[in-house]
């Protein structure tokens, strides 16, 4: 082989090397720093991790917020309009926090439940800066939790017809009320 | 009126567009003379007619004429002048508009700093740059009209996005869009070369100078844009690794191991093929970045706009754009000489190394940016990359870069001796082991501030000693007299890195915050400095209202620095509501004090930042731009206009 050769042998190999190592560490880097997003559905069917950092979307409940003395802690719901999640964050929200608002805050959840709820602990919330932005995540996670809210009032709307058909009208008026 | 003025003007613009970008490429390949001199009218009329319809934009938005949908959505009448101009490029239509009047100011900018050049290479180089325009031309007029009209036109406008109403932002874009575009220059010179075969050391050097100025703006454009992010968007953080900022991060990235390339590809004749590549894929990212910033297919800070059928539009642009580019590389690239051989050790290798260091780089920030859109088309669910992950990644690959760096300058061209150049290295290896070793010691054991501040003194050091190579056995002012300007640039530019990194490090590593309640009269102490919270008070702004807190601080030394102002604002029109930073600027450190939220009985919670350096984070930046700046205004590049 010629010096030649052998030199540019010699740098191939090098920078082969390199990128190689460059991309094993980017890899790894990228799988340990990756957040899933989950709506409040989703994390109450237990599709969330347990003790791993996740982001959790959706409306932040009217009349859910409360602030401890500190005047920093800061307890919220946030909702998807089929489920809700207790949220506790300690800090600073973002300027464009507040109730009705889309949100997605990043935090985990360690199993407990908070007044029956299951309790997330946000280590971040962000909110967009717009105030009619509503983070296309949260967006689809509404939509899809009112799609299946109409599924079922409509499955439930079946059965109650069905039902009627056989009841007597006076019994058929109560289970309209206790369906309720 | 006016806006159909400038609607017509738009039109007008496309068809020389369209003449523009086929009769000087034609007229080339017949050699016909007159053909390839209609490039320069043409560029011209292109010219009038964007400028026409952009300060028809701009005057409506002056004159408050809500009938145009663009005004009505991002001005409003209370909104102060300055931001009332701003706003024309504040959002989607006007930001692309701004675009097109930009590409054809850099159209005209070639047309006229090319009169040493061959005419046929001009009217292709311009041809190209015609194609782009009629691409930016189509996409306006069909799918971002900024002169749409909105019937009934209502009293009053929606107003400007509040977080936009700030002088640094009224510049970041057009920066960044000079950066941005520039690299259309380069792009359209290498697409003219590869269509003539004329790639030598000559289109090198022709490329150089462009290249330098568009990664001027662009190093300007991203520093603004991070200086903003600072004061503005809150809560003092100056890097946050968004999709937007890494869209504008990579063509810098990119833009950076291409001017070094053309070094080599001009001064040796090597790498031609890398060179061509690196360039194509310049410009090809900042449409990515275009793309990727207004399509809204990535969630961020900025995704201010979004409209899926502009993002269709823009996608089939870039496939086209950067689809067209490899082809024609594909085809005509293998036809490229290889250039002179150099030995392993040598600049030639170093140069490369430094090549490769920043490519890839731009590779895992671009995997890192684009990784959750992949995995949503894949469909395994929402993600995000967070911060860490860039983290981890590029800080590792930065630092052989720095040292490659600092060594390159002091090494030979073609072939050079190991023992020569760590004779050279002496002395700034010397400098930054004791610079290391003595933080090691001050700052109680943090390897990670050792190392990054030791390589940025090793950069200094060798920046020196390459003065000092030069200036020996001579007498000092008469040897710095003759030393290039480029030479003084590329130095200047590397001290910039140098002052940049001891800035990220110090910000980094030894910022203090506290984020807190505090009620009238409260004291609290922050690294030396004593604040006292003075209270809040209401204060009506031209189209806010707001809470103004008042914050005084003392120094360490027990000397009065004065009151912080920070706001709490509420944009009337949008009832949006804004944090605006009280800043205590200084050179070696920076107090912030933020107004978060109203408690009761008049106490407030507040975010007070101690941070160290952050200045030299912007400096560095500035110097970086002065340094490329400095080299374009060589004598050697010093396009000769006369001859």
Redesign the interface.
Known sequence: MNPKRKNRLILVLLILAGVGAAVTLGLKALDQNLLYFFSPTQVKAGEAPIDHSFRLGGLVSNGSVQREKDGLTIHFDITDGAETIAVTYTGILPDLFREGQGIVATGKIDGSTKDGKTHFIAEEVLAKHDENYMPPQVQEALDKAHEDGKKKLAENAAADAAKTAIQTTEQSAAQGGTAQ | MIPEIGNFSLIIALAVALFLATVPLYGAQKNNLQLMQFSRYAVVAQFFFVLVSFLALVYSFTIDDFSVRYIATNSNSALPMIYKISAVWGAHEGSFLLWLLILSIWSMAVAYFSKSLPISMTSRVLAVMGMLSIGFLLFIIFTSNPFERLFPAPMDGRDL?P?LQDPGLAIHPPMLYMGYVGFSVVFSITIAGLISGQLDSAWARWSRPWTVIAWVFLTLGIALGSWWAYYE???GGWWFWDPVENASFMPWLIGTALLHSLIVTEKRGAFKSWTVLLSLIAFSLSLLGTFLVRS?VL?S?HA?ASDPTRGSFILAFLVFVIGGSLMLYAIRGSSMSGGG?F??FSKD?FM??GN??LS?ACA?VL??TL?PLLDQMIDL?????????FN??FV??MLPALVIMSMAPLMRWKSDRFERVFKQMLIPLAVALSVGIALFFIEKGSVMISVSVGLAALIVSSVVMSFINRVKSKSVGSALKKIPLSFYGMNLAHIGVAVFIVGVTFTESMSLQK???MEQGDTISLGGYAFTFEGADSHQGPNYIAYEGAVSIIDPEGESIGVLTPQKRVYQV??????EAGIDAGLFRDLFV?L??Q?ENG?W?L?IYYKPFIRWIWLGCILMALGGFIAVMDKRYRLRVAK
Request: aromatic fraction near 8%.
């Open positions: 996005n977080l968007l809150g809560w809204g969630v800070v201010f051989h030995n392993l290798t490369l190394l490769i260091l890839v895992m995997l890192g990784y669910g929402k993600l995000s990359v967070g911060e860490p992950y981890a990644v590792p690959i984020d807190l309640r949008r009832g949006m509501p804004m944090t933020a978060a939220e408690l106490a919670s975010r």
